[in-house]
Structure formats: C-alpha cells, structure tokens
DNA sequence: AATTTCGTTCGCCTCTCCAAAACAGCTGTT
DNA sequence: AACAGCTGTTTTGGAGAGGCGAACGAAATT
C-alpha cells in the first residue's frame, strides 16, 4: 500500500476487525472462532465477540460447522446496484443483445478505481470464468474497462491510470502510451476489443454506456472463446450489436 | 423485540452503530454526515469517524452528494448465496421452468426465520411487485414458505412457528391451527398453492426442494397475477411442471 | 456582507473493547 | 474410563480507543 495519510485515516479499529473478519468468511467459507482468532491475528476472545455481534446484527449465521456470511449482504448489495441508473436501464436490453449474440454478457460500472460487474447474462454454451456478478476488474484489461477509459472525461481518466498497469496475460497492454493510443482508436470508432488481454482464450467487445450529456454511466460487453469470437463476425457484426444495445441503453438511461 | 438475553448480547457497539449506518444508507440512499449522526443519535464527529473508517475499507463511496453503499457489498451477497448448494442446481432448470410457464419464478432459502430469495427470473409481462433478490419475507405467507414448513422436519418448524403470525392480506394464514392444517395437505400432494395471501391479485404455485437423504435445502415457486394464474392451468398443469423442476433440482443439488 | 449549514479537526474523559486465563463441552485415544 | 487435545464460552482487569462537544473552515443561501 502506499503511505497512509493520516488525514484520510480510518478511526474505528473495532470496525475494521469486524469488516476483516466478514471478509476473511467470504474468502474461505463456513470456520469457527479459534480459526478466525488466528486468521486474523486477534485473541479468540475478541474473534468471539465480534462474531457474536455479527449473528446477532444478523450478518453471520451460526451453523453447526461454524460461522458463516448471512445473505443480508445480498440484499444490501441489491440495493447497492439498484442505485445506479444504468441497471435498470440495462437489463432487458442486454438480455436481447446476449440472445442474438449466443455469448455471455456484462454490464460495468467503475468504483474506486476499478470495474465492477452489476449484471451478467449467462448463455447455454457460455464459458465458466472467474466473472461474477460483484467482481471487480483491472480496467485496463477488459473491453469494458477500455471503452470507460476512452470516453470518460480526463480527469477521471488521469486519476484511474495513476497507479501501475498490471500485466495479466501476454496480451495485456501493460504500456501506458500503447494504452493512450489505443484509448484514441476506441474514441473514434466508438466500440472496445478485448483480444485475451485479461483471460487467455477469450475475447470481447464492449461499448461505453453514454447519458445524453455525454456523462459516462459505465460500459457493456459481451465475451466468448477466441473459436467462437473471430473473423467478420468478431470485427464487424458483434461490435455493430453491441453499440445498437449501448445506445438503446443509453437512452434509456437518460429518460428514468 | 423479545427480552435481551445478556448471554448472547453482542458487545462490540462500533460495529453495531457502522452496520447501524449502512443499513440506513440502504433504507434511506445518499446522505452527509449529518444526517446520518442525527437518524442514528450520535455525534457528527462519531458519524464522521465510521463513516471514514467504513470508506477507506471500501464499503461506502463518498461523492459530491454524500455517502453511499459501495458495491463490496454486491461481492460479497453473491458469496453468501453461491454457498447455497441449491443456488448451483436452481439457475439453469428455473430458467426453463419460468420459460415454460411464463411466469415470474423465485428460489428461496430459510435464513434466521425467514425467507429469503435468493434466484429470481422475471418475464416479459412480469408483474413488478416488491421482491427482489434478498428479499425476506413471511413463510407462512407464501407458496416458497408454505412449501418449506410442510417438508421440514418438526423441530426446525416448531422454531420457525414460534413467533405469531402476520396477516398481510385478508387470505392470509393466520391462524395456527388452519396453517397446520394447510401445510398437512401440501405435504401430501407435494406443492403449496398461494391464493392472494401476501399480495392481493398474486397467486403462486410451489414445491420444496429435497435432497436425497429428504433433508430440505430450500424451495421454488412461479407466482402471477390472479387474471393468468386461474382454471386448470393453476391448478394442474403449473403445479405439474414446478414439481417436475423441483425434482430435478433436488438430485442435481445432491449430486455436486 | 451576514447567516445558516455543511464537513472536518481537536482535546479530554470515560467506558469500551481487547488479551490472557480460567472454564466447559465434545471427540477420539490410550 | 480417565485423559489429552481440541473446541467455544465466560470472566477478569487495565489501557487506550472512541465517543462527545466545541471550535474551525468552507460553501451555499439569504
């Protein structure tokens, strides 16, 4: 991390254990107290106590195997993306997109930085990746992310590259200035590619999500297997759907 | 709320006033730090402080117009839910039910007395009511809840049935002895019908989900207004076909 | 310019909340 | 059966975290 402002630090150390342990629950599933106690680096009567309020905040359940997240957090994550104008907006549309184009579909939105996936459209033959709805992604990496970058305004854009380009495949455009000008190809012809720059194997096209005032609301993409996802097809034909679905959408979004 | 029980009090008051102002942000959307120190009764310094403390991990987003739930929270709900075995087995054959009836169709998982729904596939002419994933609801007020108390053992219902009962419409179960009654005769013929008894103008059919081994897991249901949901189609062939899926759903979440 | 309302910062005092240890319940082992 | 090695729970006391109130600064409204 970097160095911590103390301006901008957070006070409530009992919260941030809280917090540490919900997370450490959702990382490793069902445990109990001693394995949370030590995980986490606290007495097992701390772990205890921060537990017992958690159940009886209702945020974790108590099961015979141990402690475990309470689907609270579904609800509040609902509400979370309710919020955002652009899921309502999107919904529906992107179904339609995700039927004509037999490929798995995403709506993002950016958050601290990073892309996060408020809605996914399975298909029948769709790939099982590690996308699920509440993943967050490297920008950069991702034909949503791109298509953000490319049509947020720069200030956003400027505050969003600070930090070092990851590098997840070979593919990844790691370089800063490759990544500039390959922004400035997005802008003109309006849509993303993403050619196994974040999962080896699989491709995508995405297309930024714009209010009437041209304010970005976040960006859409369908993705597919490299055999599937090519030729005229892949170049022309899914790129051409996906921007009609991002206009709608668009609109859509405008007029709620 | 009952008598505190001082054994399984919770002691930590950070936590409880940071989940305190998380459930407000999720009951009342974007609001500053004052707002939030005089709906929660604290100081604005003490509000100041969680709200910090709650950004800098990330759960909160801070814009122009204040402070909001970040979609952490998305991440973490879509967790809590895929440990649901049942969630894995649902997805796909609800699809194809909800396709086959035409109806709104819900999955449901008991969680600290309640039911909450935790897959739901909306349909074209699909009826916007109030539920949404996470939502929790009565279970002695829907087909999902009727289902699950019918099919449970007897000392999990006796808890779930310890509390009274609400009346939330006219054909609401309220009473003990005739929900008894009701779910004796679900039992036997294996669905729940809910005939207006959490909103007026809904019907529902349901069926609970087993495992092999007749533990139950949760429970599905399509629901519609009463103008569709009427004649033999409601009472012979929708119930027909939700079983059909119920069944399915129950081996494949045994076997995974 | 004056006034209100916002978010932030400061310092003090109190009561919370953390750690260690004792306690209790359960399982399997010798 | 007694024991050992785990659990989760409860109790203690003391340190310091976190709460309040007041003062500050900034921004919006009059």
Known sequence: MTTNDPATEGQI?????SFGIVEHLRNHGTMGVSEVASALGVSKSTAHNHLQTLAELGYV????????????FL???????????????????MDDL???????????VEENGRGV????????QGVQTDSHIGTTVDLHTTAVGKSYLAFCDDDTRERLLEN?????TSNTISDRETLLEELETIRERGYAFNDEER???MR???????????TILGAISVSGPTTRMKGEWYRREVPEMVMQAARIIGIRATYS
């Open 117 to 124: 996936y408020i809605y996914q459209v399975k298909t029948e």
């Open 13 to 17: 150390g009992a919260t941030k254990t």
């Open 164 to 168: 070092s380009l990851s590098e997840l």
């Open 204 to 214: 995508a096209v995405g297309a930024p999500i714009l209010s009437d005032d041209d």
């Open 199 to 201: 999962i080896t194997g």
């Open 75 to 93: 609800d509040l994550g609902d509400h979370a993306r309710r919020r955002h104008a652009l899921y309502h907006a999107a919904i529906s549309e």
């Open 61 to 72: 359940i108590q099961t015979d195997e141990g402690y475990d997240l309470s689907l609270k």
């Open 98 to 108: 995700v039927e004509a184009v037999g490929e798995r579909g995403q709506v993002m």
